[in-house]
């Protein structure tokens, strides 16, 4: 073999060595720059479930209010109407003292007459 062609040769080894280098550069470069898409995406979804989860939290307060406040309201109810009903039985008692007194009243009334 002549020099020349040595030389050549040598040439096409290091442009076929600077050709695999750049390719392992980019394969390497699309590795990472996938890795840290897939990385932010990662993110995002947390993100979303954070909100998502917090959404859930206040639907769930506002359940938990609404189902109290209606608890409430029926205990409010519930004591008014017992209130009602001890006044009507109290008045009931007082109506039947009154009436026995009254009675007795005419009883004893029709006795003096006589």
């Known amino acids: 073999m002549s020099k ?3 030389k050549r040769k040598k040439k096409k080894k290091k442009k076929k060595k600077k ?6 550069k980019k394969k390497k470069k699309r590795k990472k720059t996938k890795k840290r898409k897939e990385e ?4 995002e979804e947390e993100e979303e479930e954070g909100w998502e989860k917090k959404k859930e ?4 307060k506002k359940k938990k209010k609404k189902k109290n406040e209606e608890e409430k309201k029926k205990k409010k109810k519930n004591e008014e109407e017992e209130k009602k009903k001890k006044k009507k039985k109290k008045k009931r008692h007082i109506e039947h003292l009154v009436d026995r007194e009254n009675e007795r009243r005419k009883k ?3 006795n003096d007459k006589k």
Do not use: D, F, N, R
Request: hydrophobic letters at 5%; charged letters at 80%.
């Open 4 to 6: 020349m062609e040595t």
């Open 19 to 24: 050709k695999k280098k750049k390719k392992k």
């Open 40 to 43: 932010e995406e990662e993110e």
């Open 57 to 60: 939290k206040k639907k769930e």
């Open 108 to 110: 004893y009334s029709k």
